[in-house]
């Protein structure tokens, strides 16, 4: 059932770009301009006349909630807040029926999560719920939702549940900036046209499978990781991080790139891999500066960059190409070497890849 691959990790990995349709399909329509969520539809002035949305999630899916903050508050202009929903429950939390939750979930399962939505909910706030699995715990508690359609995802790490929520949050934000009027209509419609051109990116980006599995050769024995990056890719960095230590388990750290300076960079030596996100963006030339910085200090570089980048090839050590899309959407094809780069290594560390030790797909205990 591992369709012909050695882990249910890698071909989930491989899966990313026809998931990625499946959840856009019937959705999305680029050419009409249209796109249409059943869930969201009769709940759009509840998330228009919002004071703030508040997202509530664990582990990777909190790092999508993390990327949506940025997507939402930049095209539709809603305050948005992203907890960690173990945190929010326990800390007294103000929450009105003003306030709209949205709930990021892969299994629908996690015990943190739900509790956060029953109390979003005892306080009278509107709860949308975003999870893969169909009929799961999340998705009957919530008020209404729209499903990411990832399929099962057996590995551990989450890969392809990330990849889609992203596509379903960046939906739900271009629709509600399309109807408050805060996103221009070429802008608009020129997002819907990318959002469609995603699964060929990232078909293009996994091309580079072999690239990366010899730079991971390279890192296997390295005992720390920095995972720096700007703006939309700062929760990429997170996510890299996380995904590297949970199944290579060698400690990684994500940061944004700008707070290096505030204390990671006293890490930094010859010994030091750090993954910097430099593609092209509004951030590329401080992101350019912060990789000076680490070189300086004789740190090694890898860095992910757009494919036809000259400045930052020059300067790195090794670098992961992912095609050009634009910056709103790049979190969606740089996940996919920071992936594949923890998957090669965790590989060549004998790690069980699927089952790391002491995790669990679902955590449904607190
Ligand atoms: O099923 P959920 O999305 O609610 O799970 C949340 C986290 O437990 C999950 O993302 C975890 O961090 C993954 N193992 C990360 O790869």
């Known amino acids: 059932?591992?369709?012909?691959?050695?882990?249910?990790?890698?071909?989930?990995?491989?899966?990313?770009?026809?998931v990625i349709r499946d959840t856009y399909r019937g959705r999305l329509l680029a050419n009409e301009?249209?796109?249409?969520?059943?869930?969201?539809?009769?709940?759009?002035p509840k998330f228009i006349n919002a004071d703030r949305i508040i997202i509530?999630?664990?582990?990777?899916?909190w790092h999508a909630g993390l990327v949506a903050e940025y997507i939402f508050e930049d095209w539709a202009r809603i305050p948005v807040e992203v907890e960690y929903a173990s945190e929010f429950r326990y800390r007294n939390p103000i929450i009105t029926e003003k306030d709209v939750v949205i709930a990021i979930s892969q299994s629908g399962e996690t015990a943190d999560t739900l509790a956060a939505i029953k109390l979003a909910k005892e306080k009278g706030?509107?709860?949308?719920?975003?999870?893969?699995?169909?009929?799961?715990?999340?998705?009957?508690?919530?008020?209404s939702g729209t499903y990411t359609h990832a399929g099962p995802e057996i590995g551990v790490a989450s890969t392809k549940a990330f990849t889609t929520q992203i596509t379903v949050l960046t939906m739900i934000a271009l629709k509600l900036a399309q109807i408050k009027g805060t996103i221009s209509k070429s802008n608009y419609m020129m997002h819907l046209r990318e959002l469609e051109q995603i699964p060929n990116h990232v078909e293009e980006a996994l091309k580079?499978?072999?690239?990366?599995?010899?730079?991971?050769?390279?890192?296997?024995?390295?005992?720390?990781?920095?995972?720096?990056?700007?703006g939309y890719n700062f929760p990429v960095a997170l996510e890299g991080a996380l995904k590297l230590k949970e199944i290579s388990y060698i400690h990684a750290e994500g940061y944004p790139?700008?707070?290096?300076?505030?204390?990671?960079?006293?890490?930094?030596d010859e010994n030091m891999p750090v993954v910097v996100i430099a593609i092209n963006s509004n951030h590329y030339d401080k992101v350019v500066s912060n990789i000076q910085e680490i070189k300086s200090r004789k740190g090694v570089i890898i860095a992910v960059v757009?494919?036809?980048?000259?400045?930052?090839?020059?300067?790195?050590d090794y670098i992961m190409e992912v095609p050009n899309t634009p910056e709103t959407l790049t979190p969606l094809v740089t996940t996919i070497p920071l992936q594949l780069l923890s998957y090669h290594i965790a590989v060549m560390l004998n790690r069980n890849v699927d089952q790391p030790r002491n995790l669990a797909k679902s955590v449904t205990v607190e």
């Open 56 to 61: 509530v999630a664990c582990g990777t899916s």
């Open 125 to 143: 706030a509107f709860v949308y719920g975003i999870c893969n699995v169909v009929g799961s715990t999340i998705s009957r508690e919530t008020h």
């Open 1 to 18: 059932e591992k369709g012909g691959y050695d882990h249910f990790m890698l071909k989930e990995i491989y899966e990313q770009p026809s």
């Open 208 to 230: 580079s499978n072999d690239k990366i599995k010899e730079i991971a050769e390279v890192f296997k024995d390295a005992s720390n990781f920095l995972y720096l990056g700007r």
């Open 306 to 316: 757009t494919k036809g980048d000259t400045v930052v090839r020059e300067m790195a």
């Open 257 to 268: 790139a700008a707070e290096m300076k505030h204390g990671p960079i006293a890490l930094i």
């Open 33 to 44: 301009g249209i796109i249409k969520l059943g869930g969201l539809e009769e709940y759009i």
